[in-house]
T-cell receptor, first 111, second 112 residues
Framework: DADVTQTPRNRITKTGKRIMLECSQT?????MYWYRQDPGLGLRLIYY???????NKGEISDGYSVSRQAQAKFSLSLESAIPNQTALYFC??????????FGDGTRLSIL | TQLLEQSPQFLSIQEGENLTVYCNSS?????LQWYRQEPGEGPVLLVT?????EVKKLKRLTFQFGDARKDSSLHITAAQPGDTGLYLC????????????FGTGTRLKVLA
């Protein structure tokens, strides 16, 4: 079983829809992160959480929200999806402050 | 805006050749990481460098952190097709708030 599991792996949806991407981990790490990856732009940090009660905005948090339901679960929501949120989304975990373990990503397309 | 610039963006070489990938910034990093990413997967951490001038080796891969901790390089000796992938550098700055940024990546293809 993967240490960091993201669901769904692929999603196609329409503009204006609410979408939730889920991430669960079996590493026992306190720290979790959400990134988006776009061609030519690398990975950019959306939100991060250093423990269950700690939520912080990253570089590009506008249009996104997160929930840390438990140490092992960190979900990302797009309240009203727009086409420029089409991207590859990654969840990651760490012990220190550098993300160490990434999920295999969610490919999200917004039409 | 802090940037980590990687060069080259794309590299296609023959098996057995050597190559170097560069990661440069105007910012000072408290640590720098290199990752490799393959299609359909997340990045996999290869190495962390912390001290200016530090050199680390991982089989045929040699990583160096610049003396001023603003840049890094990855050198691959005798590249193999299994080295094909997207190489990403990333670094953490200590500027009051947490800031961890990724480079734009170097896409390497090693031809058999």
């Amino acid at each position: 079983d993967a240490d960091v599991t993201q669901t769904p792996r692929n999603r196609i949806t329409k503009t204006g829809k609410r979408i939730m991407l889920e991430c669960s981990q079996t590493k026992g790490h306190d720290r979790m992160y959400w990134y988006r990856q776009d061609p030519g732009l690398g990975l950019r940090l959306i939100y991060y959480s250093f423990d269950v009660k700690d939520i912080n905005k990253g570089e590009i948090s506008d249009g996104y929200s997160v929930s840390r339901q438990a140490q092992a679960k960190f979900s990302l929501s797009l309240e009203s999806a727009i086409p420029n949120q089409t991207a590859l989304y990654f969840c990651a975990t760490s012990v220190g402050s550098q993300p160490q373990h990434f999920g295999d990503g969610t490919r999200l397309s917004i039409l | 805006t802090q940037l980590l610039e990687q060069s080259p963006q794309f590299l296609s070489i023959q098996e057995g050749e050597n190559l170097t990938v560069y990661c440069n910034s105007s910012s000072v990093f408290s640590s720098l990481q290199w990752y490799r990413q393959e299609p359909g997967e997340g990045p996999v951490l290869l190495v962390t460098v912390v001290t200016g001038g530090e050199v680390k080796k991982l089989k045929r891969l040699t990583f160096q952190f610049g003396d001023a901790r603003k840049d890094s390089s990855l050198h691959i000796t005798a590249a193999q097709p299994g080295d094909t992938g997207l190489y990403l550098c990333a670094g953490e700055t200590r500027s009051g708030t947490y800031k961890y940024i990724f480079g734009t990546g170097t896409r390497l293809k090693v031809l058999a």
